[in-house]
């Protein structure tokens, strides 16, 4: 195989191919491209983790000698974005690759053809829905958000449920303490279906959706893959059950929140440079119906406390969240106005945009003990002499299962 290529034109099929390509796993194979050149308008790139994998087809590709070969993704696309020249030259047979660009030849090994794995191939498998790609992207992003590292058992608290019904897709997420469900309409729908992927996967293909072009979703027992215009990505469905979502979720409201989201991220940002330092990774918020709020978190380093206006509906309350997690969800929810509303201080607490269904962000609150608790008289040049000696003999455990 022998090709001239444009530089910049190559790299951008490349870079999508390397994000897959590039692994954790110890092995040539897995950390490899394999090139697809029949003739000039028909190059493809592949590239798989054995859980996902991509096909995409390169441009800026003249073939000299056609071929196929498989190439290590780091050390060629190392040279590839080293080289400050346009058009170079890649020359490839069964044992090694040459590149050639404006005096510089570099060599690099080759990983046998039969080595690699076989890309799954849609060819068979039915479309289940058509939908915009930035539509998609933002949907995975939000319904995403609850998802946790990807755990053995039980296998969806590492994955999300696309669920296809109507004339709209769901993604759904959660870990146990809190839930995430984003919606988005569908441009066609041909047959509802549920499809439980894993989550980390799925997040990258966000990443690499923009635009108004459309993505297919193609689906059999055990792929689904995601078709653009000249991309095609696949991700291995997990086989477990998800959750019934919706019995979880409940409609008792004992307060109510209404207010800015950028304002109520940047208290909480601000809160959770103290929150963070302890293990629960504990804040509180202090509400009352005349409008007054009040978020804090202490540790034996020290307390923050930020004191702002809200519109609150219904009782007061005194309600503590993992800071990190309630912060995922108003990076979710991003701009606007939010509301938020509480069942209860051990009950679940739902987040949601202003007149709006499309994202709905449920989390549990935490368990509060005398420590996480900021005394009205606090004195503004408390110097926080609590030790540690001061702390209960075993911390609170942070929050609670759903």
Known sequence: MKLEIKRQDFLKAWQTAEKIAVSKAITEIVNSIRINAAD???????????????????????????????VPVLLLGGMLKKLKCETLTIEVNDTRGM?????????????????????????????????????LSDTITEGGSASSQPQDFPKYLGACLMSIAEDSLKIVSTDGKRLAVSKAMCENVFRQEDILLPSNPLKELAKQLSGDSNVKIISDGTIAWFALEDTEFSIRRIDASFPDYQRILNSNVAAKLQMSCEDLISVVERVDIVARTTIPHIMVMDMNPDGNMRIYARSPEGVARESLKADITGGAMQVGFNAAFFLEGLKALGSGDIVIEFSGTEEQTRMMRNDSDDFLYMLMPSRLSPMDIIDDELDDNDDNSETHDDMPESMPEGEENF
Do not use: H, Q, W
Not at 49 to 70: F, M, N, R
Not at 108 to 118: N, Q, R, Y
């Open 40 to 70: 000039n308008e028909n190059v493809t790139l592949e590239a798989t983790d054995l859980k996902t994998s991509v096909k995409c087809k390169a441009e800026g590709v003249y073939v000299i000698e056609p071929g196929t070969a498989v």
């Open 99 to 135: 590149l050639f660009a404006e005096g510089s030849k570099s060599r690099f090994p080759v990983v046998p053809l039969e080595a690699f794995p076989k890309i799954p191939e849609s060819t068979g498998a039915e479309a289940v829905c058509e939908i915009n790609a930035k539509e």
